[in-house]
C-alpha cells in the first residue's frame, strides 16, 4: 500500500514538474525578420540609410579604383616620345590612358614651353580636380555615420517614453512588461550604430585610397617636370 501511495505521489509531482515546465519555458522563438522588424517606425530611415551607405560604398569603389590607377608604362611612354620631340603623341598616349594620372600628365604636356613653375602648378592644379572627383559624395558617408546612431538613439528614447507612459495609466510594472518593450526599442540602436560604423569605416578606408593616390601622384608630377629639365 504504501508503495502504491508513493507511486501515485511521484506520478503527480512529475505531472506538476512539466505543466511548470511548459509555463516557464515557452516555445518564444520568431525569425530574424520578425525581430528585427520590432525596432519600430525609426527602423525606416535607418534602412533606408544602410541602402545608400551600400550604394555610395560601391559607386566610390570603382570610380576610385578606375581613376588611381597608375600606369609606370605610361610615364615611360610619354618620356620616350617628349625626348624625340613628339608632343603630339605624347598628349595622346596619356589622354587614352582614361585615368587621374594620364589627364594631369595630358595637363603638363599642354604647358610645355613655359616656365618650370607654371608646369608644374598646372599639373598640380589638374591634381586637385581629379582628388575632388574622387571626394565627390564621401561627406554623404560622413554624415551618415553620425545621422545613423542619432536615429537609432532617438528610437530608442521615445520607446522608453512609451513605456513608462503605459506604466503610468496601467499601473503595470512588471519586469515581462518593461524588459519586453526596451528590447524592443534598443533594437533601433544597435541598427543605428551599425550602420554609423558601416559608413564610418568606409569613408576612412577610401579617403585613404585617395591619400595613397595623392602620394603616387605627386611622385609623377616630379618625375614628370625632371623629364622636361632634362629636355
Do not use: C, W
Not at 11 to 39: M, Q, R, W, Y
Not at 70 to 81: A, C, E, F, P, Q
Not at 181 to 196: D, H, P, T
Request: hydrophobic content about 45%.
Amino acid at each position: 500500500m504504501f508503495s502504491f501511495i508513493q507511486l501515485q505521489a511521484d506520478t503527480i509531482a512529475n505531472a506538476a514538474s512539466n505543466v511548470v515546465i511548459e509555463k516557464i519555458a515557452p516555445n518564444t522563438e520568431i525569425s530574424v525578420l520578425e525581430f528585427i522588424l520590432k525596432g519600430g517606425f525609426f527602423l525606416i530611415p535607418i534602412s533606408i540609410l544602410l541602402f545608400y551607405t551600400f550604394y555610395l560604398i560601391i559607386e566610390r569603389t570603382l570610380y576610385i579604383n578606375k581613376a588611381s590607377k597608375i600606369d609606370h608604362r605610361l610615364m615611360l611612354d610619354v618620356r620616350d616620345n617628349l625626348n624625340s620631340g613628339n608632343l603630339e603623341l605624347a598628349r595622346s598616349i596619356a589622354e587614352r590612358s582614361n585615368t587621374s594620372s594620364g589627364n594631369i600628365i595630358k595637363e603638363g604636356i599642354l604647358v610645355i614651353g613655359r616656365p618650370i613653375a607654371e608646369i608644374e602648378s598646372n599639373m598640380d592644379r589638374a591634381a586637385d580636380i581629379e582628388i575632388g572627383e574622387m571626394e565627390k559624395h564621401l561627406g554623404q558617408l560622413g554624415l551618415i555615420a553620425g545621422i545613423a546612431p542619432t536615429l537609432g538613439f532617438i528610437g530608442t528614447i521615445s520607446g522608453v517614453i512609451k513605456i513608462f507612459y503605459s506604466i503610468s495609466v496601467t499601473e503595470n510594472i512588471s519586469i515581462g512588461n518593461i524588459s519586453g518593450g526596451l528590447y524592443e526599442k534598443m533594437i533601433s540602436s544597435g541598427s543605428g550604430l551599425l550602420v554609423g560604423i558601416i559608413a564610418y569605416s568606409a569613408y576612412h578606408l577610401l579617403n585613404g585610397k585617395i591619400d595613397n593616390f595623392a602620394l603616387k601622384i605627386q611622385k609623377q608630377i616630379l618625375e614628370f617636370v625632371n623629364i622636361i629639365q632634362r629636355s
